[in-house]
């Protein structure tokens, strides 16, 4: 059995790693010069339990399974994050602070009540928080981690162009099964609807010694969290999307209008008016640094699902999706597709 990986990101190398442990012939082909380079390094790293996702039961189920999962398997791949605070806004929210904790407990994830503390005082306009264990996947480890051990099977700076059809042909005959990791983006995935959604967000340099990250919940709304020692990323669902395209080829220009000065500076102050609505020192606790682009792949959802999903054509298997915490559904599915296991 030999089996090639289009994509190095999370999803491509566990499964590429999950096959060799197997005894399968791997080889994995990535576009850039290192493993975890796209959507899987530049993204806010949360390790999911699930609190993010209050409109869609499924996705918080696969967050919570995949949680304990991830610490099996990749323990030493995550960091703890104190005061990891989920806090639902007043006004505007799509739920309110106690439906948000019924729906949470319901599906069996545990929490604090954030009473009082320093932390808390720094907010307004929040009509209660909780206190979680979600935690922080360190991404530049375990691109070294992944480029360690599957060392001989992977080839950088390989561009595989799924959409062309003689490729795809002639990987036909080379290979059992090609799988295609690059979260849609080596071609559009019939099976599913999604589209593309270039992203900046920006690092922040935390001042105050306090450790602790912020997630206001439910709809619109940012979030800050920890990235690398007193480095942050600073998200917000309104302002981090720069546009949405279903054609993989409008995504270059997008980004490069983005990147034009005016444009970063303009988004950065609507970041930070967001921010300083419910946190009103937020610019005298953290001091601004640059900005951060990545393509994020969304399915469309009218309940916010963004768990994972496996499409096969014949040989062709492509996995998709939202979050990284689902790389156990991915490889139960594709151990399934060649193992019929
Ligand atoms: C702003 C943002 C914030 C996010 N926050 C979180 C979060 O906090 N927690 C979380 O769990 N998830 C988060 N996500 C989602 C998460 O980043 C993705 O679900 C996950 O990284 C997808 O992994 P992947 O391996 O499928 O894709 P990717 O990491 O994008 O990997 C695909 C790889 O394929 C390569 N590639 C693409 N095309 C080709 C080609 N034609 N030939 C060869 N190689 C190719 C790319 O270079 C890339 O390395 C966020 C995403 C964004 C954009």
Known sequence: MKICVVGAGWYGCHVALSLLQKGVKVDVFERSDRSISGASRYNQNRLHQGFHYP???????????????????YGNLVATVSNNIYGIADKVSNVDFETYKQIMTASHLVYDDLVSSDIKSKFRNVSGMINTTEKLILNHQASRYFDDVLSGHITYKKFVDLSDDEIVLDLKDKYDFIIDCTWGCARKIPEFDYYYEPC?????????????????MDGEFFSIYPYDGDIYTLTSVRNTPISKTYDKNCVGELFQSAKQESYITRKRELFEEEVKSYYPEFLD???????????????????????????R????????????????????EIMKVIFGE
């Open 200 to 216: 900046i967000y920006f690092y922040y340099k935390k001042k105050i010694k306090v450790e602790f990250s912020m997630t206001l």
């Open 313 to 332: 054509e014949g040989q062709l298997i492509s996995i998709f999706s939202g979050k990284i915490d689902t790389l156990h559904i991915a490889e139960q």
């Open 55 to 73: 409109r869609d039961y499924e996705t918080r189920k696969q967050s919570l399974e995949g949680f304990d999962w991830f610490i099996e398997h």
């Open 285 to 311: 606790d953290f001091e601004y640094l640059e900005p951060v682009f990545s393509l994020k792949t969304k399915l469309v959802s009218g309940t916010d699902y963004r768990g994972c999903m496996i499409a």
